[in-house]
């Protein structure tokens, strides 16, 4: 038998923002190599989940855990860790809604960020991964997900269409080539076409996985099933008033796709009522 693979392993995470509990339990397990689906309706909680794993400092980690297991048992605490420590540990966001950096070119944020995942002890201020080698790898990922070498002389995500943000995060994930990706909406606010491009790319870069080793564990957060059409998930879990109330196989996320959340919200009464709750003080906390 072979070793179990590296996981992320995140037992009865509570998360809350601002005093709110938004997470209220959730456990997940992903290996190196596997895809996860993470399904649910608006406001369920599936956002907030990856802002956890990834350590914004507005979602307060309350109890549970979130660790990096490696295949000989060695557990590492996800949570002890600052965002730029839990990106060199091999942990990737690709948000729902990117921040945009104005005076900041896409290639020198990539160059820095390469260099300081693939240099974990790098200090800021030593020297970044030479020019010549970077341009070089830039110049073939660009070239592999059909992307005009111009667009990354351009301010990252400053006055990007949808489409070329979520293009912009692919690309990210294509050079950074993390250990577990969190794909956030990347299908949101593309066309057909390009959600079929993005499917096929994050299945390339995926079982591409970092330098050395295994793959890349990835949990796609989507509504729709194209972007798992070259990522066929291992799972597929609901998530319904902050807790996963459901973990099936792939037809979980074609059943969801096509009938929507009506019988999840009638078999987890409680979760339902949880999601109630919460949309009602959002609508509060708007006013
Ligand atoms: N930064 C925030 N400030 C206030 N409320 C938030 C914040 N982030 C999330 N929430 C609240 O948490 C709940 C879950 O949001 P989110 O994780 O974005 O859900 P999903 O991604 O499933 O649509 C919502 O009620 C939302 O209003
Ligand atoms: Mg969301």
Do not use: C, W
């Not at 297991?69 to 839990?86: C, I, K, S, Y």
């Not at 341009?135 to 073939?140: D, I, P, Q, S, V």
């Not at 998530?239 to 792939?250: A, K, T, Y």
């Not at 919200?265 to 609508?283: L, Q």
Request: hydrophobic share 40%; proline share 5%; glycine share 10%.
């Amino acid at each position: 038998m072979s070793a179990a693979p590296e996981q992320l392993v995140i037992n009865g995470l509570h998360v809350s923002v601002e005093g709110q509990e938004i997470l209220k339990g959730v456990d997940l397990t992903i290996g190196r190599g596997e895809v996860h689906a993470l399904m649910g309706p608006n406001g369920s909680g599936k956002s907030t989940l990856g802002y956890a794993i990834m350590g914004h400092p507005s979602y307060d980690v309350t109890s549970g855990s979130i660790e990096l297991v490696e295949p000989n048992g060695t557990r590492h605490d996800v949570l002890a860790m600052e965002p730029d420590q839990r990106a060199r540990a091999g942990l990737f966001l690709a948000f729902q809604r990117p921040m945009s950096i104005p005076g900041v070119r896409l290639a020198d944020f990539l160059r820095h960020a390469v260099t300081n995942v693939r240099n974990p002890d790098r200090k800021e201020g030593q020297e970044l991964m030479p020019m010549r080698e970077f341009r070089n790898e830039l110049k073939a990922k660009m070239a592999e997900l059909s992307m005009d070498t111009e667009f990354a002389r351009r301010y990252v995500n400053d006055g990007f269409s949808g489409g070329e943000m979520k293009r912009a995060e692919i690309l990210q994930l294509a050079m950074l080539r993390p250990k577990f990706a969190v794909l956030d909406e990347t299908d949101s606010g593309l066309d057909a076409d390009a959600v079929r491009l993005a499917s096929e790319s994050i299945a390339r870069i995926g079982s591409g996985g970092a330098p050395g080793s295994a793959e890349m564990g990835i949990l796609i957060i989507t509504h729709h099933e194209q972007l798992l059409e070259h990522n066929i998930p291992l799972k597929t879990h609901v998530m319904l008033g902050g807790r996963i109330v459901e973990s099936g196989g792939p037809e979980l996320a074609q059943e969801l796709h096509k009938r929507g959340y009506e019988r999840i919200r009638a078999a987890y009464p409680d979760a339902a009522a949880a999601e109630k709750a919460m949309e009602e003080s959002a609508k509060v906390a708007a006013v």
